[in-house]
């Protein structure tokens, strides 16, 4: 099969087409959503291909048909009737205050009315849009379509500092009330973004909008699936390891099919090693900040249970770590039971190998373990793994535990916690990208930590001293047979970890 340019960071469909690069076709998506309806808004991660299918509409309703030549839409669109399409992105730079905002609306706004020679008479922001709206219609004798893309990195960018945050979401707020104002001249509607705020505090102007972000039959429209990587990218298989492929950058899910990171895989197509792709373009500073003064348990991110209010939407002045992890891609959908008719029950955790390992590694600089020194104990982590040393992997947690400043401690929200201790045990073997399983259940109970690795199986109970008596930990693993579950994998270690408070440190680590 021969192979095709990579579209690495290619976010237009004429480039992609014209230049003969990899495409995967969403346009069975983009006509079943016109067909459904008019106003709809999309959240998705970063780097996910939002810009690149809002682009594919635009070009769809533009009518420029030699662009989808072998596409599904090529047969199917009715190529006759052309759209005037405002386009407008707000994923441009960083906008740190409501005047920048609205100096960037000017020139979306500005450039519009310049080619379509619109002389500017309104005032307002808000009601210039509205003329340009209106004008469009008239002089093309066709409604328009609005497609948004980006529509909250203004207030995102500004997250943490709540006045401008909330001065950035009323301009837009204002801005986007004009979609429904001028209902009977828009044809179609489209919203983009990383975050979904509440239709109270951004949309309330804007009622009717569908949210098709967790509707399972657009679950796809952005990423790829399972099989558009077999297919569309069978050439560039060669070489790697497919089962990995899965493991590192599969698992994104929204209640349909899971999809992988484009980003991701184009990027390891065209390196040919595994890294974290995505992670690597942004740094969840502000992430690891909110859960660190929140004092989450970082083992819960693994499996952590949620109703859909909860990572429905957040606002500046409530947000919710389970919408923000789910919001940002950090968390994504593993299961979804509805106990009682009309309430959902979301189990949450880590879409795939990169995100664990690469987001663990983040979160221990946030409980207190300086980055230099978390990865030198990683790297020794994975030595005394491969020799089966149990009893030195005691001192190396011992000798780190041992470094964390006191005034760290003294100053930290969450060291008063008792799941700290294990939280940084568990992150340590997390950012390792480890088979791990969290609180696995047997007939007799549930073991804290499961780390299989090269066919030998650790079995981890934690425990604070403080509550329990000494040597509890490891009696527990004994008295429950908790090894019975994985005789059959291989040698099964058991390892009782003892913290104190007091001391902070580990005062037992006992192998059975």
């Known amino acids: 099969m021969q192979r095709k340019r990579l579209p690495i960071g290619i976010q237009t469909l004429r480039e992609i087409r014209e230049d003969n690069c990899y495409y995967v076709d969403k346009t069975p998506l983009a006509l079943r959503l016109v067909q459904q309806g008019k106003y709809f808004f999309l959240s998705r991660p970063r780097r996910f291909g939002k810009s690149l299918f809002l682009d594919t509409l635009k070009e769809l309703f533009e009518g420029n048909e030699a662009l989808f030549k072998g596409l599904y839409a090529e047969k199917h669109w009715d190529w006759s009737v052309k759209h005037p399409v405002i386009r407008i992105s707000f994923g441009g730079g960083v906008t740190r205050s409501a005047q920048e905002l609205e100096d960037q609306i000017d020139s979306h706004l500005r450039r519009f009315e310049t080619a379509n020679q619109l002389a500017v008479v309104d005032k307002t922001l808000a009601e210039r849009f509205r003329s340009l709206i209106l004008h469009l219609a008239q002089t093309h004798n066709q409604r328009v379509v609005v497609l948004i893309d980006e529509y909250d990195k203004p207030i995102l960018d500004n997250i943490e500092q709540r006045e401008i945050a909330l001065e950035t979401r009323e301009t837009l707020k204002d801005f986007y009330s004009v979609i429904k104002d001028a209902d009977a001249y828009i044809r179609f509607a489209f ?45 560039e298989l060669e070489g790697l390891d497919r089962c990995e492929i899965k493991r590192w950058y599969n698992g994104y899910n929204w209640l349909g099919d899971s999809v992988y990171n484009p980003f991701d895989l184009l990027l390891l197509f065209d390196h040919r090693t595994f890294r974290p792709w995505w992670f690597e373009t942004g740094t969840p500073t502000f992430l690891v900040k909110l859960l660190t003064q929140r004092g989450f348990f970082t083992p819960d991110l693994a499996n952590l249970q949620t109703g859909e209010q909860l990572i429905s939407s957040f606002d500046v002045d409530a947000i919710k770590s389970e919408a923000l992890l789910f919001q940002t891609g950090y968390l994504t959908i593993h299961d979804v039971q509805q106990p009682i008719l009309g309430h959902w029950v979301y189990t949450l955790g880590y879409p795939n190998r990169e995100v664990e390992s690469s987001l663990n590694a983040s979160l221990l600089e946030g409980l207190g373990v300086d980055s230099s020194k978390g990865f030198e104990n990683r790297i020794k982590l994975i030595t005394l793994l491969r020799e089966q040393n149990i009893p030195a992997m005691r001192d190396l947690f011992h000798a780190f535990f041992a470094t964390i400043p006191h005034d760290w401690y003294r100053n930290s929200p969450i060291a008063q916690y008792e799941g700290y201790w294990a939280s940084i045990f568990y992150s340590h073997f997390a950012a390792l990208g480890l088979d791990i399983k969290l609180e696995d259940a047997t007939n007799h109970g549930r073991i804290d930590m499961t780390v299989c690795f090269e066919g030998h199986v650790y079995l981890f109970e934690f425990k604070v001293v403080e509550l329990v008596p000494e040597g509890r930990a490891l009696q527990q693993l004994k008295d429950r047979a908790y090894a019975d579950k994985y005789r059959a994998a291989g040698p099964v270690h058991l390892i009782g970890v003892e913290f104190s408070k007091d001391t902070r440190n580990i005062v037992g680590f006992e192998v059975g």
Do not use: E, H, M, P
């Open 191 to 235: 919203l983009t973004g990383v975050s979904k705020f509440s239709k109270v505090s951004l949309f309330s102007g804007l009622n009717n909008l569908q949210d098709i972000t967790l509707d399972a039959r657009y679950s796809t429209i952005c990423g790829y699936t399972d099989q558009d990587v077999d297919s569309v990218f069978a050439a």
